[in-house]
Structure formats: structure tokens, C-alpha cells
């Protein structure tokens, strides 16, 4: 084994060991106390609702995967595409990054009841929800990358009769990588917290509007099992995309 490879298991089990030890003393806790299950339920109750065949946890489950990796997605590409256009057009980037700061700086929340009589009800308005959340710190992380170069490399690259295409494929792009990354980092955590403000606002189906429907009835364990599984969803995309930085970032740094 590697010092990198053992470097990574003994932080992984680290983090493992922490957050077992927060589920064990969230156990002992409410156990010790004798908190009433509708205030905060104990990780054993809160699982048991997983058996609850009424509340369809699987199909709620994939439609707000959908929803976050699709706005997560749209926002990924639209806000790279985005970043490269302005840095070969800086007249256009003049124009309109301040118009998409002014965008950004609407409340979501505000933009749900539009986007729903304009698409109607569904997982596309929860998709966009979650992508007009997400996308601009990727655009603005993106843009700044490709703006990092070193103007030594710049000064070589033309000196080389290096096109446009060549700057960006060999200098811009892999320098940005770091940035690129950065920003889905943080696209990935917004983009939850979007497909679940759509669903919160009107939505038929997925974990969001399963927590609504069970609040009526303060069937608590069921809602917090809710909030887990939102959890996981953000932990698993933001591990996606820890995969992909070690893939395209380190891989390339270690080759070099």
C-alpha cells in the first residue's frame, strides 16, 4: 500500500469512527433522556420507518436524485460553457456576468411559483430550481481558473504561433481544473438544497413532499429518515465529484 493509499484509508476510517460515534451517542441520548419520539426519534426508530411501505421510499428517493443530478448537471456544463465563452469574448463577458450577479442575487424560493406556471408541476421545475441555484458559483469559479494563467506560458505559447484553441486545450483548461472543481464542490451542496426548495413549494412526488405530507401527523422519524436520505444523496454526489478532481486534477499532476 501506498503512503497516499494509507494516508486515505486512515482519514476515511477516521471519518467512519466520528460519525458512528455521533449515531451511538444520538442513540444513548434519547434513550437516556426518554425523549418523546416526536421531538427527536433515536437512529433504531428512524430506520424502522424504511418499512413503512406507504411512504414509497424508493420512488421518492430517485425523483429528487433526479432532480439534484440533473440541475446539478445542467448547472456543471452551462456554467463551464459559459466561463470558456466570456474568457474568448471578454466584450461579451463585460456585457453579461454583471447581468447573471444581478440574477443570482433573486431569492430561489421566489423564482419556485414562476417556474411552476411556466412548466407547470413535475421534476423540470425542480430540476431548474436546483440549477439556477447551483450553476452560478461554477460559472464564476470557472471564469476566474481561466483567467489564472501565468503570463510566462501565455508569452510562450504565442511566441510558438500557439492558436486560441491550443492556449485553451494545453495552458487555460488544465490550469482551470482546480477552479473547475472548486465550483462543483459547491454546486453539488446547492444543488440539494434546490431540488428540495422546488419540491417544499409544490411537488407531487419526492423526499421533499414526503416530509410535507408527514408532518401533518408528526410522524418525525419518518421525516428525519427523510433528511438522511438527502443527506446521502448530497454525500454521494459530492464524492462523485471528489472522483472526478482526483481523476482529472491529481491524475494529471502526478503524470507531470
Not at 424502522?48 to 440541475?71: D, K
Not at 410522524?219 to 438522511?228: G, K, L, N, R, S
Request: one cysteine or more.
Amino acid at each position: 500500500m501506498t503512503g497516499d493509499s494509507a494516508r486515505a484509508s486512515r482519514s476515511f476510517a477516521i471519518i467512519l469512527i466520528v460519525h458512528l460515534a455521533v449515531l451511538v451517542l444520538w442513540q444513548v441520548a434519547v434513550d437516556a433522556f426518554h425523549v418523546p419520539k416526536f421531538i427527536l426519534p433515536s437512529p433504531l426508530a428512524t430506520i424502522q420507518t424504511l418499512g413503512t411501505a406507504n411512504y414509497a421510499w424508493g420512488a421518492n428517493t430517485l425523483v429528487t436524485a433526479i432532480e439534484i443530478l440533473g440541475g446539478f448537471a445542467l448547472g456543471a456544463f452551462v456554467g463551464v460553457a459559459l466561463a470558456v465563452i466570456f474568457s474568448w469574448a471578454p466584450l461579451l463577458s463585460l456585457v453579461l456576468l454583471p447581468l447573471f450577479v444581478t440574477l443570482n442575487m433573486i431569492p430561489k424560493v421566489a423564482l419556485g411559483p414562476l417556474f411552476i406556471v411556466w412548466f407547470s408541476y413535475g421534476i423540470i421545475p425542480n430540476i431548474l430550481i436546483a440549477f439556477s441555484i447551483c450553476f452560478f458559483p461554477i460559472l464564476l469559479t470557472t471564469a476566474r481558473g481561466l483567467r489564472e494563467v501565468e503570463p510566462d506560458l501565455l508569452d510562450l505559447v504565442k511566441s510558438l504561433r500557439g492558436s486560441r484553441w491550443t492556449l485553451f486545450r494545453k495552458i487555460q483548461l488544465p490550469g482551470s481544473l482546480p477552479y473547475v472543481f472548486s465550483g462543483m464542490k459547491v454546486g453539488a451542496i446547492l444543488a440539494v438544497a434546490g431540488a428540495i426548495v422546488g419540491e417544499f413549494i409544490a411537488s407531487e412526488r419526492g423526499l421533499g413532499y414526503l416530509m410535507i405530507q408527514v408532518q401533518s401527523s408528526l410522524d418525525t422519524p419518518a421525516m428525519v429518515m427523510a433528511v438522511v436520505l438527502l443527506t446521502l444523496l448530497g454525500v454521494a454526489l459530492y464524492g462523485l465529484v471528489l472522483v472526478l478532481e482526483r481523476m482529472f486534477v491529481v491524475g494529471d499532476a502526478r503524470q507531470t
